[in-house]
């Protein structure tokens, strides 16, 4: 299982972005997907999931009106548009993919990671 993260970048406090992750269509159809990030010295923090059977999207308290979660099937991308954005934004952004899970929330509910986008939010 492949997940490819994109779309990071060095941004200036109040600007947005849009992460992508690219994954293959058996993944995409048979997991849940999720974003987490980790600032330096930093736990792995959960951002936002999307459920695979209904689209239903779960988000983190940082970033609840600020950042949406999306999907695209005919893609197989999942996508987070960040928007008003702030330092403390500043973190590797990790896609995962998993079964359905009561730790959603939680690094260990996901069963594959891509490999991180690099999301820099100046002052």
């Known amino acids: 299982v492949q997940l490819q993260a994109s779309g990071g970048g060095l941004v200036q406090a109040g600007d947005s972005l849009r992460l992508s992750c690219v994954t293959s269509?058996?993944?995409?159809?048979?997991?849940?997907m999720a974003w987490f990030r980790q600032a330096p010295g930093k736990e792995r923090e959960f951002v936002a999931t999307?459920?695979?059977?209904?689209?239903?999207?779960v988000y983190g308290n940082a970033v609840k009106g600020r950042f949406t979660i999306s999907r695209d099937g005919a893609k197989n991308t999942m996508f987070l548009q960040m928007n008003s954005l702030k330092p403390d934004d500043t973190a590797v952004y990790f896609c995962?993919?998993?079964?359905?899970?009561?730790?959603?929330?939680?690094?260990?509910?996901?069963?594959?990671w891509g490999q991180g986008t690099l999301v820099t939010v100046s002052s």
């Open positions: 995962a993919a998993g079964p359905m899970s009561l730790n959603y929330a939680l690094p260990r509910g996901y069963r594959y």
């Open positions: 269509e058996r993944t995409f159809s048979a997991y849940n």
């Open positions: 999307i459920r695979r059977n209904d689209g239903t999207p």
